[in-house]
């Protein structure tokens, strides 16, 4: 049910609706303290069936209301086993509750989520390429609309890229530049899109020097993930959660 729902969505151009019944997202979604402590003992204590009978998963949501039980739950589903190792999971623990206090969101955005806990378990960031530089360009002439292109530098299978993109915005134009790099290393990102894209400033006070989140979720014509950055400016946290994502991305098509 749920894949039939996801591939309805993608051919209508729709992107799937999160709490919707069933088969969403959020429909088995549980989130921190003694609520995660319960699932633990038994998930059928807060599930009203098994999200496998609809072709569904349980998301267990990290926050910056974290305990080890959170903790060690989200690692189970992602294929890692942290009961024992009481000093990982205070570490992971402790660096989910600093980033949060700087801006990220993690119960939003599972993917960033997962490749915080590889880098804390396996020693290393999961990385695919290696970015040089990169810079956007806005340009606006009377009576016509602005113009955006980017341009990125990176390294990729042994290989240094130099891409151009343009867009009709700056995160437009960088989304381009940064896909059609890696694309010529890893030709199954010509299957990921961006289909949802969220802004929130964390700092009013400071007006347009406030803190910004960016959330994006990608997909891949399949399933969907969803990534965060936060920056001093809107485009640094947009870049934060494009790399993500397609990190993400080709981490679970190469894992699998």
Same mark, same amino acid.
């Given at each position: 049910a749920?894949?039939?729902? @996801?591939?309805?969505?993608?051919?209508?151009?729709?992107p799937p609706?999160?709490r919707q019944p069933?088969?969403g997202?959020?429909a088995f979604a @549980?989130?921190?303290?003694? @609520?995660? !402590?319960?699932i633990k #003992?038994?998930?059928? &204590?807060?599930?009203?069936? %098994?999200?496998?009978?609809?072709?569904?998963?349980?998301? +267990? &949501?990290?926050?910056?209301m974290?305990?080890?039980?959170s903790?060690e739950?989200?690692? $189970?589903?992602?294929? /890692?086993d942290?009961?024992?190792?009481k000093?990982l999971? =205070?570490r992971?623990?402790?660096?989910?509750k600093?980033l949060?206090?700087?801006? *990220? =969101?993690?119960e939003?955005? %599972?993917?960033? *989520?997962?490749l +915080?806990?590889?880098?804390?378990?396996?020693?290393a960031r999961?990385? /695919? *390429?290696?970015?040089?530089?990169?810079?956007?360009?806005?340009? =606006?002439?009377p009576?016509?609309?602005a113009v955006?292109?980017?341009?990125?530098?990176? $390294?990729a299978?042994?290989?240094? /890229? #130099?891409?151009?993109?343009?867009?009709?915005?700056?995160?437009?134009? +960088?989304?381009?530049?940064?896909r059609?790099?890696?694309?010529?290393?890893?030709?199954?990102?010509?299957?990921?899109?961006?289909?949802? /894209?969220?802004?929130?400033?964390?700092?009013?006070? @400071?007006? =347009?020097d406030a803190?910004?989140?960016?959330?994006?979720e990608?997909?891949?014509?399949?399933? !969907?993930?969803?990534?965060?950055?936060?920056?001093a400016?809107v485009?640094?946290?947009?870049w934060?959660a +494009?790399?993500?994502?397609?990190t993400?991305?080709? $981490?679970?098509?190469?894992?699998?």
């Amino acid at each position: 049910a749920t894949r039939i729902a @996801h591939a309805v969505a993608d051919v209508t151009n729709f992107p799937p609706a999160s709490r919707q019944p069933y088969v969403g997202t959020s429909a088995f979604a @549980h989130k921190a303290g003694l @609520h995660a !402590s319960a699932i633990k #003992v038994d998930p059928n &204590l807060y599930q009203h069936m %098994d999200p496998a009978g609809v072709g569904n998963d349980m998301r +267990l &949501l990290v926050s910056d209301m974290a305990g080890r039980a959170s903790i060690e739950l989200k690692g $189970r589903e992602l294929g /890692y086993d942290l009961g024992g190792d009481k000093e990982l999971v =205070t570490r992971i623990t402790d660096r989910v509750k600093a980033l949060e206090s700087r801006g *990220f =969101t993690f119960e939003a955005a %599972d993917a960033s *989520f997962e490749l +915080l806990l590889t880098e804390e378990v396996e020693g290393a960031r999961p990385s /695919y *390429f290696d970015v040089e530089s990169w810079r956007v360009i806005t340009e =606006t002439r009377p009576g016509e609309e602005a113009v955006s292109e980017a341009t990125v530098k990176l $390294r990729a299978a042994g290989v240094r /890229y #130099v891409v151009t993109g343009e867009g009709n915005g700056p995160v437009n134009a +960088l989304d381009a530049a940064l896909r059609e790099a890696i694309i010529q290393a890893y030709p199954e990102v010509s299957k990921f899109e961006l289909i949802d /894209y969220k802004v929130r400033i964390l700092d009013q006070g @400071h007006g =347009t020097d406030a803190i910004t989140r960016v959330l994006i979720e990608t997909a891949d014509g399949e399933t !969907s993930w969803v990534t965060v950055g936060v920056g001093a400016n809107v485009i640094e946290a947009s870049w934060g959660a +494009l790399v993500d994502g397609l990190t993400f991305g080709l $981490r679970r098509r190469h894992r699998d």
